[in-house]
């Protein structure tokens, strides 16, 4: 079941998840999390909603090294490259935070080859969440994929690995690693990020519960809970 919450715009939804991890956050301090520890395993998502979202939680009132963070995707470009969502995150985030570099889990693409990076990232799932997340961010494109699993291909029903190798990703570059649809199903939450008149299609197929090998994003679900934060030029 998807709960879909209307905001006015892109900076709203921002506001709203920046302001809904402050509070996941501060829960998991007294409750423990997902895993009981006090540490909270977050995945991040890349896009203009994602990337918005860190840039708002700068001076956030959260205990960082009790916090780990994953990635939902990446591209096969260094870290330093503009296209990596782990460079991207640390220019809006993580280079301004108190927070270990042990608690950043990128894909190390760019030093590793792509086999031997979701090999090691499968590693580092086991390692590092091996009960899942508290929480993943997942922005969304027009025709309705989530990380890198695109609509019609291996990735959008792949149903046991958590980290798979994209070789043909019809939005460049080809190659990239992303987490599965059984990666996103070990998240307590799921929160789809969506902005944009150009996803509003997008956006009614997921909150109507589409075919996920159609519409990748309508296969995102959560143990708790599916949030759907659209902004209403995205709303379905």
């Known amino acids: 079941m998807v709960t879909v919450c209307p905001v006015s715009d892109l900076d ?3 506001s709203a998840a920046a302001e809904k991890i402050v509070g996941l956050c501060q829960s998991a301090a007294k409750d423990g999390g997902v895993t009981g520890d006090g540490t909270v395993r977050i995945v991040l998502t890349g896009g203009g909603a994602g990337i918005r979202t860190l840039e708002k939680l700068v001076d956030a009132p959260i205990n960082w090294s009790r916090v780990h963070l994953f990635f939902g995707d ?8 503009p296209e990596s969502n782990e460079g991207q995150a640390r220019q809006a985030l993580l280079n301004h935070i ?56 291996e990735a959008a029903v792949e149903e046991t690995r958590l980290v798979i190798p994209v070789t043909d990703s019809p939005k460049p570059p080809a190659e990239r690693a992303t987490l599965t649809f059984p990666a996103i199903a070990r998240a307590q939450r799921v929160w789809l990020l969506v902005a944009g008149a150009e996803k509003a299609e997008a956006a009614h ?16 679900r959560g143990i708790q809970e599916t949030l759907l934060i659209v902004a209403q030029d995205a709303a379905p």
Request: hydrophobic share 40%.
């Open 205 to 220: 197929h997921v909150a109507a519960g589409a075919n996920p090998l159609d519409w990748p994003a309508a296969g995102a």
């Open 74 to 81: 990446e591209r096969n470009v260094p870290v330093t490259d």
């Open 12 to 14: 709203a939804i921002a």
């Open 98 to 153: 108190d927070i270990p570099e042990e608690n950043i889990h990128g894909y190390r693409l760019g030093e590793l080859s792509l086999s031997d990076a979701v090999e090691e990232y499968t590693q580092v799932l086991h390692n590092y969440a091996p009960q899942g997340f508290d929480l993943h961010l997942l922005g969304m494109g027009g025709e309705g994929h989530i990380n890198s699993i695109f609509p019609h291909t």
